[in-house]
């Protein structure tokens, strides 16, 4: 079970692609590495971490770099935390 829950939120995270976070933040232009490395950075740490508050993790990842545009990685972190809560109900 444990697995099969890592597996669903590994996918989840990565269902939004690099380039995706990009247009979601309005980074086109500003597409740097530093974007890059903190969305490898809250997958790798979703994925090891998952029986611990990933919530958090993604919040923290994410909420870390000034550039991106709050409000919009807000409503995605809403997204996401709402379908680790279902798969924690399903548990």
């Known amino acids: 079970m444990k697995y099969k829950y890592i597996k669903k939120v590994s996918k989840l995270l990565y269902k939004y692609d690099l380039m ?8 086109e232009d500003e597409y740097d590495l530093e974007a890059e ?7 790798i740490d979703s994925i090891y971490n998952a029986e611990r508050d990933i919530e958090k993790i993604f919040k923290d990842c994410f909420f870390s770099s000034t550039k991106l545009d709050e409000e919009k990685l807000e409503a995605l972190s809403i997204e996401v935390i709402k379908t680790i809560k279902e798969i924690n109900k399903n548990k």
């Open 37 to 43: 490395l903190i969305l490898k950075k809250c997958r």
């Open 20 to 27: 995706d976070l990009v247009e979601l933040t309005g980074l």
